[in-house]
């Protein structure tokens, strides 16, 4: 009676299981689809990098390029000498990921309509259609599928091609916009094609399949990388194939490209931010690149830039330029690797889906616990091989989430019922997850739907940034993962705690590192001051902290800090359903060189001018360097602060004698320098006077005809 009981209750396990992961995958797969893109996106981790075609070359409009000639949006004599200078190399195809839907307001065309003078003068926005006609340039546009969108003209982009639907179906299955934003009609028109450059992110911010074509007031129109790809291919005609359940295929003259039902193709990445070959716009612009690099190639235009937004996610990494998506379309077609889920695919899954079922709950619950677990992590085993080598091999997208989810809920079930008639006990580990945010942000939040603290916004803010010294030694020394995580939780929970009394707000810990910030959300007043005295607190407990951690860990704690004071964008940053409320700006970038320069000269605490004008209390504070980092080109002074008030006599003396010898060193007088820096290190040794005698001695051996006193940093 018993072993009947228990071949029951396998057989109403096996089916209740089986019909409800069923039920889930059929009527509710939208709901897990997010688990499943993120639960691949591991595979593509493990797969790592992969090359991508040489045939594809990105222009970036980076931040070189906007030192260099100015802020966007340059003046349209600028664009057309670029794609000129393109051309004259024998570029084979270039997409521009630019709409230039407006006039362009610097053309002296422009001034003269204005004021009425004489029309006689350059127009840059024909400029640049005529360059656009002789060039081989295919421009992009937009889709608006907001539906109170009003388009900016009457035009729709002219397709030199023809499109043929077979088996329409009476559904249509193509996205469908409701809107257009075109560039300029001079421009628009003197194009020999164009493409759409709308590329949506999914629920997780991540942008993993790409629309190939639309459906627009009853016509088809391709996206920029799939036209570029259609013209470089001489493809004169694009067939869409549907099935009852959709567009089944996408051909480009005789190439066939396997879509999804709504025409989208899944997108093989290639790698993080990068991965391609860039080229810096400034370059093409002033004509100092070598042609090779371009000749017969397919020429992207777009921008990495932060400033200008265009930024997106993949599996590899948080923020890609977005002009990396259409290269990716274009790698994909070239090297004919995109991914794909054949019709079949459906009905695949469901077979895997009761085979495992049956297989875990009818068979594995018949063996001893160790046999079972072993045929539990076999099964796994081979799931996740399988999903792997059709995902790499033959580029075909299985679903992992339901399969894992068939496993687990399995697995569980099997345990559960033995557990019940084999009054076998098993111990359950609980996991607990915590997120620590600060009030000032959790108070916005709850404002959100009203919308004021959200909104992005330009602030000046002091930012912080702390890094752990020594810290890959550390972690070797610790050993276990384990025991690395307890020594930063704990050292996170100390240093963070300064920074909360002072109203800052934390913004992320990479890895040992800290970010923080003051005056945003919430304003704070001296927020310069606020960040000093959070810095001195934390290195105020140092030592002690350090001693803790040495009697615990074995290991020594030292870190440096640096502080900028500057106005940055702050808001709610990120994708719909994926964002972070965050800041960022040149600003903070500067704080984390200050942070790495601590290293370089020997000390714990280092801001900048900014933050030093700014400071409203008495501080003991030695200017440290006029310095240059890397990535900028304005130099900068850089102060130590050392402590709050008024110096003691001997350290006061100490610090006057420093500052005659920096004086000395930066008006050019090595020699007298190196004497007075010398006399410093031989009366109170610090590795900074040390560091300034070698350099005053290297520099006097240069015999400089001048010298600015300012020192430039070529690394981070």
């Not at 340039?137 to 608006?144: D, P």
């Not at 009476?170 to 300029?184: A, C, E, K, S």
């Not at 790499?392 to 997208?397: G, K, M």
């Amino acid at each position: 009676m018993h072993f009947i009981t228990y071949r029951l209750t396998r057989f109403i396990l096996f089916v209740l299981i089986s019909a409800t992961i069923l039920y889930g995958y059929l009527f509710l797969p939208a709901t897990y689809q997010n688990i499943d893109d993120k639960l691949r996106d591991f595979l593509f981790i493990a797969r790592g990098v992969t090359p991508a075609s040489e045939d594809i070359v990105i222009v970036d409009i980076d931040e070189k390029s906007l030192e260099s000639l100015g802020q966007w949006p340059w003046e349209r004599n600028v664009i057309s000498r670029m794609l000129q200078n393109l051309t004259n190399a024998e570029a084979g195809i270039i997409g521009l990921d630019i709409v230039f839907s407006e006039s362009d307001k610097s053309s002296p065309h422009h001034f003269a309509q204005q004021f009425h003078l004489s029309e006689n003068v350059p127009n840059y926005d024909l400029q640049l259609a005529k360059t656009v006609s002789n060039t081989p340039t295919i421009l992009g546009y937009v889709f608006k599928f907001d539906q109170k969108f009003h388009s900016n003209s009457l035009i729709t982009p002219d397709i030199p091609a023809i499109f043929i639907e077979k088996n329409l179906p009476d559904t249509h299955y193509l996205l469908q916009p409701f809107g257009i934003l075109t560039n300029l009609e001079s421009i628009q028109k003197s194009a020999y094609s164009s493409g759409f450059i709308n590329n949506v992110p999914d629920a997780s911010g991540n942008i993993r399949s790409v629309p190939l074509i639309m459906r627009y007031n009853e016509s088809i129109y391709p996206s920029l990388a799939f036209e570029m790809f259609r013209i470089a291919n001489n493809a004169k005609k694009v067939t869409i194939n549907y099935s009852p359940t959709g567009v089944s295929s996408i051909f480009a003259g005789e190439i066939e490209i396997p879509t999804d039902r709504n025409g989208r193709m899944y997108l093989n990445h290639r790698g993080p931010a990068k991965t391609f070959h860039y080229l810096s716009a400034s370059d093409i612009v002033n004509n100092t690149f070598d042609p090779a690099q371009v000749k017969g190639k397919y020429i992207l235009v777009g921008t990495s830039a932060y400033g200008l937004m265009d930024l997106r996610s993949n599996p590899f990494d948080n923020i890609i330029p977005g002009i990396e998506i259409h290269a990716t379309l274009i790698d994909n077609l070239i090297q004919h690797d995109m991914l794909l889920r054949p019709e079949w695919i459906e009905l695949a899954e469901i077979g895997m889906i009761l085979a495992l079922c049956a297989i875990t709950i009818l068979g594995l619950s018949l063996l001893r616990p160790f046999l079972l677990l072993g045929g539990f992590i076999g099964l796994l085993t081979g799931v996740i091989y399988l999903n792997y080598t059709l995902l790499f091999t033959y580029h075909i997208i299985l679903n992992l989430f339901f399969t894992l989810l068939t496993l687990g809920i399995s697995i569980v079930a099997v345990l559960g019922m033995n557990y019940f008639f084999e009054q076998r006990q098993k111990e359950r580990v609980k996991k607990k997850f915590a997120q620590k945010v600060s009030e000032q942000v959790m108070e916005d939040l709850m404002n959100y739907e009203s919308g004021s603290a959200l909104q992005t916004r330009q602030v000046d803010v002091t930012i912080f940034f702390s890094d752990i010294r020594s810290f890959t030694l550390i972690s070797e020394t610790l050993g276990s993962p384990e025991t690395l995580v307890s020594f930063l939780n704990q050292y996170m929970t100390v240093m963070v705690e300064p920074i909360i009394q002072t109203f800052g707000t934390i913004d992320k810990f990479i890895g040992d590192a800290i970010m923080a910030y003051w005056n945003a959300p919430n304003h704070v007043e001296n927020h310069a001051d606020m960040g000093v005295k959070s810095a001195l607190k934390q290195l105020q407990m140092r030592e002690a902290l350090s001693q803790k951690l040495y009697a615990e860990f074995g290991v020594h704690l030292d870190f440096g800090i640096g502080l900028n004071t500057g106005a940055v964008t702050v808001g709610d940053i990120g994708s719909e359903g994926r964002s972070d409320y965050t800041i960022i700006g040149d600003p903070v970038n500067l704080a984390s060189r200050l942070e790495g320069l601590c290293k370089y000269y020997h000390v714990r605490l280092i801001i900048s001018e900014n933050t030093y004008h700014n400071l409203k209390e008495s501080y003991i504070i030695r200017e440290l360097d006029r310095v240059r980092v890397k990535g900028k080109t304005e130099p900068i002074r850089i102060y130590e602060v050392l402590g709050e008030g008024e110096a003691e006599p001997s350290v006061a003396t100490e610090l006057e004698h420093f500052h005659q010898a920096l004086e000395e060193y930066q008006r050019g007088a090595f020699m007298r320098a190196m004497e007075l820096f010398a006399t410093l290190e031989a009366d109170t040794p610090h590795p900074l006077y040390t560091l300034y005698k070698e350099r005053c001695i290297h520099l006097e051996g240069m015999h400089l005809e001048t010298f600015d006193g300012i020192y430039e940093f070529h690394e981070k």
